[in-house]
């Protein structure tokens, strides 16, 4: 018998052992999978704010895009090409002559600007008639289909006649 309890006590320790290294392997790689399982929370998180960000970047660039065309297409209207500017006497003599108006008109040269695609065209505009026609043509030029810049407006008005005289600049693309 003393050989029995010898092999159980073998036995029962080689088994102890096994769930001692068993329990030693479960706790580290149990730390190991906390671990891992942490940084694949934080990853997921990441991954999370990443597509929302990039959502978020889509809407808005697909509002600047639409809200661009938009803007590009009024530019256009009211923005002309430099070519474009050689009816600008006939445009100014049609609507003076609306309000039958007399008029007087030139360049005064080309002028830079700040803005990298713009640039303007220095312009001197007359008119004479009474004065509601005269008001009524300056009125009408804040609807002109031409962008306009005034930097003087002097307005005389006599018994007769009243004038107005513009100093001014008109925009074109470049």
């Known amino acids: 018998m003393p050989e029995f309890k010898k092999n159980l006590f073998i036995n029962i320790g080689i088994a102890g052992g096994a769930v001692i290294l068993f329990s030693i392997g479960i706790i580290v790689y149990g730390s190991n999978i906390s671990t891992n399982s942490e940084e694949i929370i934080a990853a997921r998180k990441e991954v999370s704010n990443w597509a929302?960000?990039?959502?978020?970047?889509?809407?808005?660039?697909?509002?600047?895009?639409?809200?661009a065309k938009e803007y590009s297409e009024i530019i256009k209207k009211i923005i002309p090409v430099k070519d474009?500017?050689?009816?600008?006497?006939?445009?100014?003599?049609f609507l003076a002559s609306s309000e039958k108006?007399?008029?007087?008109?030139?360049?005064?040269?080309?002028?830079?600007?700040?803005?990298?695609?713009l640039g303007s065209v220095g312009i001197n505009l007359g008119v004479q008639g009474d004065l509601e026609t005269v008001g009524k043509f300056l009125k009408k030029l804040e609807d002109f289909r031409?962008?306009?810049?005034v930097e003087s407006l002097i307005f005389d008005n006599r018994e007769e006649k009243s004038s107005a005289s513009i100093h001014g600049r008109v925009f074109f693309r470049k």
């Open 52 to 67: 929302t960000s990039v959502q978020s970047y889509s809407a808005v660039r697909s509002q600047y895009t639409g809200k």
């Open 84 to 93: 474009e500017l050689i009816n600008l006497r006939k445009d100014f003599q």
């Open 101 to 117: 108006l007399e008029m007087s008109f030139s360049f005064s040269g080309e002028q830079g600007t700040n803005a990298p695609q």
């Open 146 to 149: 031409y962008l306009m810049g």
